[in-house]
């Protein structure tokens, strides 16, 4: 099985850009209906980064990330369970 890490962009709000290592995982978003169930690849940062230029946290663990148009990508917060 081929290694589920991937290295995506991540742009800080100061407009600098980071190479950040992810980890590849399914999420799978709360529906009101169990039967619709569908998993989304999305993609988890190993450990909390911050930004090489301005040193502000612009990743951690428990958040997770989705690609848009290529390269880019998008932030989502998932909720700590349990
Ligand atoms: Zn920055």
């Not at 930004?51 to 990330?65: D, N, Q």
Request: with cysteine.
């Amino acid at each position: 099985m081929n290694s589920l890490k991937k290295t995506l962009n991540i742009e800080c709000s100061c407009g600098h850009w980071n190479n950040i290592t992810f980890d590849t995982v399914f999420f799978e978003p709360p529906l009101p209906e169990p039967k619709v169930r569908m998993m989304k690849r999305m993609y988890k940062p190993l450990e909390e980064t911050k930004c090489s230029k301005c040193g502000r946290v612009i990743a951690k663990p428990e958040e997770l990330f989705d690609i848009v148009k290529g390269r880019e990508a998008v932030r989502y917060r998932i909720k700590q369970s349990s």
